[in-house]
Nanobody
Framework: QVQLVESGGGLVQAGGSLRLSCAAS????????MAWFRQAPGKDREFVAA????????DYADSVKGRFTISGDNAKNTVYLQMNSLKPEDTAVYYC?????????????????WGQGTQVTVSS
């Protein structure tokens, strides 16, 4: 089992920044990837960004490319999402996810472990 604990959400004005953190613990594997998804009220869960741990490859949704940066700290088993130039449409609950194995994917069903979510609210 893998446990994921997110932190860093909150309320920010449009144009501001936030950094989300996600600490993984438990039976983690060397070959794995982590990602962030988000879900706004009344909308489907949406892929945001992913990082391949060993290869350091990343993937971003077009809606956040150039504004968000995903990174990882192997020593701390932690992944971060730096969010800059935030917009009201970024308002959502953000979920950290984890999957074992190689490769990056945008499909939520490919991730076996999910955090509890952290609320990000961007005011206009």
């Amino acid at each position: 089992q893998v446990q994921l604990v997110e932190s860093g959400g909150g309320l920010v004005q449009a144009g501001g920044s936030l950094r989300l953190s996600c600490a993984a613990s438990g039976r983690t594997f060397s070959w794995h990837s982590m990602a962030w998804f988000r879900q706004a009220p009344g909308k489907d869960r949406e892929f945001v960004a992913a990082i391949l741990w060993s290869g350091r490859s990343t993937d971003y949704a077009d809606s956040v490319k150039g504004r968000f940066t995903i990174s990882g700290d192997n020593a701390k088993n932690t992944v971060y999402l730096q969010m800059n130039s935030l917009k009201p449409e970024d308002t959502a609950v953000y979920y950290c996810v984890y999957r074992e194995g190689w490769g990056l994917t945008r499909r939520p069903t490919d991730y076996g472990y999910w955090g509890q979510g952290t609320q990000v609210t961007v005011s206009s």
